[in-house]
């Protein structure tokens, strides 16, 4: 590997950028692939491109056939994590679902009677106001998050957070009427129509989903269908 492609996938890494090293078996030459970049000395046609990000989204290296020979595929992915504010009872059994999907979670409330080691064993609880949570949190290309408090004063700050960052699912527990005055309140906060959009709400897939299993595995569906969609949802 060329030390300036070394220096690149290091910078990539350290940002958290989804990233591909694509390497042509036969002469070495290489090519760092994202969802909308291309660059290195490996030169790869519109269907080799589409075929390394593909295996960009199902975070899983590969070797494929190129028109130029056989090219491997090494995936750098940052972890997917899910950020869930609001320790309810959805929250129970959605985030241990999550993290057998391969998810690093976080749950989020600040009432100490809900974010307890009891109710969620072995999980990062933070007890701080969600605004201030999710700062720290810092969501990024592969982080989902949702929230489930059904109270403005928690889900918004976080909401507000989520949608100035690159996220790429905001899911959002509620009817459409809860959601319509959501809205309201975010365009308050200066949210235009096209950010408000990214918010899945109600939030999950509609299954028809009534116990708060079924509604974890609605949440954890969608967000599954989102994150293999592409650069749309990073």
């Known amino acids: 590997m060329k030390h300036a492609t070394l220096e690149a996938l ?31 000395d490996l030169h790869l046609d519109a269907g080799a491109l589409d075929a390394v990000r593909q295996a960009l989204r199902d975070d899983r290296g590969r070797t494929i056939e190129t028109g130029q020979g056989a090219v491997f595929v090494n995936v750098y992915n940052p972890p997917r ?3 869930v504010v609001g320790a309810v009872h959805i929250a129970q059994p959605l985030v241990p679902m999550a993290a057998i999907a391969g998810y690093q979670v976080v749950v989020i409330d600040p009432r100490h009677g809900f974010a ?17 949570a999710m700062e720290r949190v810092k969501p990024d290309v592969r982080t989902a998050v949702v929230t489930l408090t059904h109270d403005p004063k928690l889900d918004d700050p976080a909401l507000a957070v989520a949608l100035r960052s690159p996220a790429f699912y905001i899911g959002a527990l509620g009817s459409r009427k809860t959601h319509a005055a959501r809205v309201a309140r975010l365009k308050e906060l200066g949210f235009g129509d ?3 959009g990214r918010i899945d709400a109600p939030v999950g897939l509609d299954i028809g989903a009534v116990s708060p299993a079924e509604i974890a595995i609605a949440i954890l569906g969608k967000i599954t269908q989102t994150l293999h969609a592409g650069p749309a949802a990073a």
């Not at 078996?25 to 090519?31: E, F, I, V, Y």
């Not at 080691?117 to 007890?127: E, G, I, M, N």
Request: aromatic share 6%.
């Open 194 to 196: 096209n950010a408000i």
């Open 81 to 83: 994590r899910l950020v």
């Open 10 to 40: 290091r910078g990539l890494r350290a940002a958290k950028t989804p990233i591909a090293l694509a390497t042509h078996l036969a002469s070495g030459a290489q090519a760092l692939v994202g969802y909308e970049t291309a660059e290195g």
């Open 116 to 132: 307890t080691d009891a109710r969620f064993p072995q999980v990062t609880l933070d007890t701080d106001w969600p605004d201030e």
